[in-house]
T-cell receptor
Framework: SAVISQKPSRDICQRGTSLTIQCQVD?????MFWYRQQPGQSLTLIAT?????????ESGFVIDKFPISRPNLTFSTLTVSNMSPEDSSIYLC??????????FGSGTRLTVV | GENVEQHPSTLSVQEGDSAVIKCTYS??????FPWYKQELGKRPQLIID?????GEKKDQRIAVTLNKTAKHFSLHITETQPEDSAVYFC???????????????FGGGTRLMVKP
């Protein structure tokens, strides 16, 4: 399977600030997916990032709050903007690999204080 | 869109017993059903998956069954061990392993505790 590198692994941020999370894959993929996992909860899809076009956001998530970049087929960033304590979660990137299936980055544990 | 329901939310078994986790889905176009194991503080790890063209798949102590007509699928773990203790998630998608960009929809998760 491919290697997905995600950073930072964790951060503690002040409310009102922004954090950008990076996801790097060692093979080219069509789509990259960004998930949020709130404490003790399941994974919820934030958006799907396709190279060369605007990301597609799921209901309840908006571009102003979670801007995404996808400059090439191996890299994406998710920014959590104007953070509040409710944004404290684990954020995970994911890709669907040929003949393997969906695999996840190591996650970013975000705490907003 | 797809909706995946997972039961039970918690499951406690004695070491050596079997554990069964069940999921239902709503989208009849879903054809790929993976299961993930997530240990505390770690990323979800794919443990087994099944596609809609088969009804059962087995890998050592783990098996998954699929009933497309009823839109439900189940994870079976036999001879459970303490290291099986984790949160398990089922998921459904219209494709997987094809790099086609289909999204995964997750069930709510099952916390499995295996008592030694």
């Amino acid at each position: 399977s491919a290697v997905i590198s995600q950073k930072p692994s964790r951060d503690i941020c002040q409310r009102g600030t922004s954090l950008t999370i990076q996801c790097q894959v060692d093979s080219q993929v069509t789509m990259m997916f960004w998930y949020r996992q709130q404490p003790g909860q399941s994974l919820t899809l934030i958006a799907t990032a396709n190279q060369g076009s605007e990301a597609t956001y799921e209901s309840g998530f908006v571009i102003d709050k979670f801007p995404i970049s996808r400059p090439n087929l191996t890299f994406s960033t998710l920014t959590v903007s104007n953070m509040s304590p409710e944004d404290s979660s684990i954020y995970l990137c994911s890709v669907d690999l040929q003949n393997y299936g969906y695999t996840f980055g190591s996650g970013t544990r975000l705490t907003v204080v | 869109g797809e909706n995946v329901e997972q039961h039970p939310s918690t499951l406690s078994v004695q070491e050596g017993d079997s554990a069964v986790i069940k999921c239902t889905y709503s989208d009849s176009a879903s054809n790929y059903f993976p299961w993930y194991k997530q240990e505390l503080g770690k990323r979800p790890q794919l443990i087994i998956d099944i596609r809609s063209n088969v009804g059962e798949k087995k890998d050592q102590r783990i098996a998954v069954t699929l009933n497309k007509t009823a839109k439900h699928f189940s994870l079976h773990i036999t001879e459970t061990q303490p290291e099986d203790s984790a949160v398990y998630f089922c998921a459904a998608s219209r494709g997987g392993g094809d790099n086609a960009g289909n999204m995964l929809t997750f069930g709510g998760g099952t916390r499995l505790m295996v008592k030694p």
